[in-house]
């Protein structure tokens, strides 16, 4: 850091990012991308696929060397000191990197033996990450035989073997069930009110909203929003209004009707046949819906008004909503 | 990196590989059925057709070839193995830990070294069985399986740089026949070289692969006696000749694999 007198908040500062940038060819993965997380915070990481959140982590975690830009990580940088930094970060991937031949109590033992804390130490914290993780019982199995929740508990449970203050969680919950997702996201608070400086990736936006201080959104190798997930919510603004219609067909129709209502235009779901407005007003605004579509050939099969999700602010920042990418058009999707 | 830590990080991983055989025993028995099922063949199917005989005298020389063809192939293992630890994103969890680099690469070479000690115990437990005899003494023979572990330790070195460029095992299994089959074949492992045309005569005589079973045979003492001395250097020397090839594969693959394993692992 060339700061002469750095302030109080940034020597507390365990993850700072600055300008990072990676290419492959003419394909830009990222594209400047700053971030600070403090001592003791999570920051969440959010985008969708393809955004470059993989590649944040990848390079964060010394895995990947950026094209341009700094990083320093648990007072080491990234590039010059990159053993100092494996150090003092834990890394649990987006796919389960456990070996599946190995029991649960084998796969931490040797992460453990390869950070370097003995024989004794491992077996020793092998078994209390077990218990803390609700893995006792199977500890001892191959663990090709646990269920994708065990097994992302496991890899995360890896990242903690050497107790390290600075952990990073790239999509601890994709691909797992809503149980599975629930246990994890007990596991992961639990993490946090200890204290750990957490950097979490996700597409959920519920999920950043549930466990990260300060939210960042990132899409096509850029930074989009930044705050807390109350700012992201403000900036957007207002309720939703969220109409389900009987026939898909009507939606144009619908769209013209309403706008008017709205404080901004409409989204349509041709596939959900659903229409989608923030508005200001609350109950009256429903009212004053239902009367608009009373005396039109238009039948509901829904209508309600709820709190901006993220899944809101996504939309309204990047005018897509974050599955966009991977469905595509196949939903006959208008807009 | 403190050398200590490269041997211990190693065996760390060595020993994750060799559970893993533990685990599953298929491996094993699909890698030792399959020179169980060579012996047989080649001893009793071709056998009486290449000596015209009862197939006993070829049986002596033939082991000793199927060894080095076997032990050549167990190489694969490595590539495999590591190029599925790379799909899988082992690689990734092992390179986020503070341990040395290239103990990835040489724990999984040595786990393979055990895998070809197990394998052949249980090829020369069938070759006794189909009439093979070791007629030299025990240090020699010690030093026959020892030359034959040592070579295929330099070739595990080669499929390590293969697993570690085409980071999918089925690729690895595919090349590894395309470059084991000719080289093993292509050999005094199955035929005597006279019998072969003049330029395929003249690779095969300097095939490392012909001079360590070349090697095994004497050491073990299958080399009948009145049998012409062969006209090679390589093959009068089968020893030297096997070692400076080892040594010079690992002194070019070690390198070339740990340079392909930070790129193709950075990416």
């Given amino acids: ?335 | 990196m403190r050398v200590p830590h490269v041997v211990a990080d190693a065996s760390v991983v060595a020993t994750r590989n060799v559970i893993k055989i533990k685990r599953v025993p298929d491996l094993l028995v699909f890698t030792t059925l399959s020179p169980i099922m060579f012996v047989l063949l080649f001893a009793y199917v071709f056998g009486g057709a290449i000596e015209g005989g009862n197939g006993d005298e070829y049986r002596q020389f033939l082991i000793a070839g199927i060894f080095a063809q076997t032990v050549i192939f167990g190489a694969t293992i490595t590539g495999a193995g590591l190029a599925e630890d790379v799909k899988k994103g082992i690689i990734d969890r092992f390179r986020s830990l503070p341990m040395s680099p290239s103990a990835v690469l040489t724990g999984r070479t040595f786990s393979d070294v055990i895998n070809n000690v197990l394998v052949l115990i249980v090829m020369s437990l069938t070759g006794l069985v189909v009439g093979w005899r070791i007629t030299s003494s025990f240090w020699d023979a010690a030093a026959g399986y020892l030359l034959l572990i040592v070579f295929a330790y330099a070739i595990s070195w080669i499929f390590a740089w293969v697993g570690m460029l085409v980071p999918s095992p089925e690729v690895v299994n595919n090349a590894s026949f395309i470059i084991i089959f000719p080289l093993t074949f292509v050999a005094n492992t199955f035929v005597p070289l006279d019998t072969m045309p003049a330029p395929l005569q003249t690779f095969a005589e300097w095939n490392p692969v012909s001079s360590v079973t070349q090697a095994a045979r004497e050491l073990f003492g299958n080399i009948p006696a009145g049998t012409p001395e062969p006209t090679s250097w390589a093959l009068q020397h089968p020893v030297a000749y096997t070692l400076m090839w080892s040594a010079l594969i690992l002194a070019v693959f070690v390198p070339l694999a740990n340079a392909q394993y930070r790129v193709s692992t950075s990416r």
């Fill in chain 1, 1 to 335: 850091m060339s700061d002469v007198a750095p302030s109080i908040a940034r020597m507390g500062d365990s993850i700072i990012a600055r300008g990072l940038v990676k290419r492959y060819g003419d394909v830009v993965a990222l594209d400047g991308v700053d971030l600070t997380v403090p001592t003791g915070t999570v920051l969440g990481l959010l985008g969708p696929n393809g955004a470059g959140k993989t590649t944040v982590v990848r390079i964060l975690t010394t895995l990947l060397r950026p094209t341009a830009g700094s990083a320093t990580v648990a007072g080491a940088d990234v590039l010059a000191e990159p053993a100092r930094v494996r150090r003092h970060i834990g890394l649990s991937g987006q796919y389960a990197a456990v070996d599946e031949y190995l029991t649960g109590f084998e796969n931490l033992v040797m992460i453990g033996r390869l950070y370097h804390l003995g024989r004794r130490a491992s077996r020793a914290r092998a078994r209390e990450l077990l218990e803390n993780f609700s893995l006792a019982e199977s500890g001892d199995r191959p663990t090709r035989t646990y269920s994708g929740g065990m097994r992302r508990r496991l890899d995360l449970a890896g990242a903690l073997v050497a107790d390290p203050p600075v952990i990073f969680l790239d999509e601890p919950t994709t691909g797992l069930d809503p149980r599975g997702r629930t246990e994890m996201w007990n596991v992961i608070q639990t993490l946090v009110a200890k204290g750990t400086t957490l950097l979490l990736t996700t597409q959920y936006l519920e999920e950043a909203d549930l466990l990260a201080d300060e939210i960042v959104v990132i899409d096509h190798g850029r930074i989009i929003a930044q705050g807390t997930s109350d700012d992201l919510k403000r900036e957007v603004g207002g309720e939703r209004l969220e109409l389900t219609l009987a026939d898909g067909s009507q939606l144009p129709e619908a769209e013209r009707l309403l706008a008017p209502l709205g404080l901004g235009p409409p989204t349509l779901d041709a596939g959900r046949r659903t229409l989608l407005m923030p508005v200001a007003g609350g109950a009256s605004t429903l009212a004053e819906t239902l009367r608009v579509l009373d005396g039109t050939s238009i039948a509901l099969d829904d209508i309600g008004l709820r709190r901006p999700t993220l899944d809101d602010v996504f939309l309204s920042l990047t005018g897509r909503t974050t599955h966009d990418e991977d469905a595509d058009d196949t939903e006959g999707r208008q807009s």
